[in-house]
């Protein structure tokens, strides 16, 4: 398994950093490619949308990944 990568981003004004594993920056970064969207930008948008109380948001991040793929999936079948 892949260590966990960090990166910064600067989401509304303050800097966050994110630890996620490479297959997940991919995914983001693939995912933020096909809707024409910086990859900070994608950040800030699922951090927008979390609930702060629920998950963290590399947690967040990770699950927002899931559900994209999820619903590509169906999508085809």
Known sequence: ??????????IRGHR???SLEQPFWEA?????????KTLAGLVAEIDAKRNA???GLSGAIR???LD????KCRDVL
Do not use: G, V
């Open 1 to 10: 398994m892949n260590r966990p990568q960090k990166r910064s981003f600067q």
């Open 16 to 18: 966050t950093s994110l």
């Open 28 to 36: 983001l970064r693939e995912i933020a490619d096909s809707e024409e």
């Open 53 to 55: 109380t629920a998950s």
């Open 63 to 65: 699950i927002f990944i």
């Open 68 to 71: 994209h793929y999820r619903r």
